[in-house]
């Protein structure tokens, strides 16, 4: 069956070539929607933080884009004055780098529904204008992109958005 014969019926080349012209043109959109984010290097748009259940959190990574910990730190945790158990870990680089870092969780008692859990991420020394994933015991509750200096200081609450990373000149 060649080209000329489409659904048992034969087509002119006029026909055939509006055909070639249409499907060129919508292969020529699909790249461009594909290219112009690429290449005007817009960044998805984050989700909201979701971190669940925890609770009873003990390791905390933040990982690249490859999946890879860069930075990891085990949970201490303490209840303050108002009830809220504090989590925090001090991260710490396997690999001899110069990071110097602190993730935070604050939970609020069962008592204190008008609060959420929040998270609070502080790192110097990672590599500038990279996205990171916050992984707290083997499952993503948050992504970041550091600012041009390789540092992230965020602190959200449950169902918050991150704010896109500063710019060094912002």
Request: some cysteine.
């Amino acid at each position: 069956m060649t080209l000329r014969h489409v659904a048992g019926r034969s087509t002119g080349s006029g026909e055939l070539r509006m055909l070639v012209l249409l499907a060129s043109f919508c292969g020529l959109l699909i790249a461009a929607g594909v290219a112009i984010p690429i290449l005007s290097g817009a960044r998805a748009t984050p989700s909201a933080l979701v971190l669940g259940d925890v609770s009873e959190a003990h390791i905390v990574e933040i990982r690249n884009q490859r999946g890879e910990a860069v930075v990891s730190g085990e949970f201490r945790s303490r209840v303050d004055a108002l009830g809220n158990t504090e989590k925090d870990a001090a991260l710490i680089d396997r690999r001899g780098r110069t990071v110097i870092g602190e993730v935070e969780l604050e939970i609020p008692p069962p008592s204190r529904q008008d609060r959420r859990v929040e998270l609070e991420v502080d790192i110097i020394g990672l590599a500038g204008r990279e996205t990171f994933a916050v992984v707290i015991d083997d499952r993503t509750v948050g992504i970041f992109t550091t600012d041009d200096r390789g540092s992230i200081d965020m602190e959200l609450q449950e169902g918050e958005i991150p704010a896109p990373a500063p710019t060094a000149g912002t």
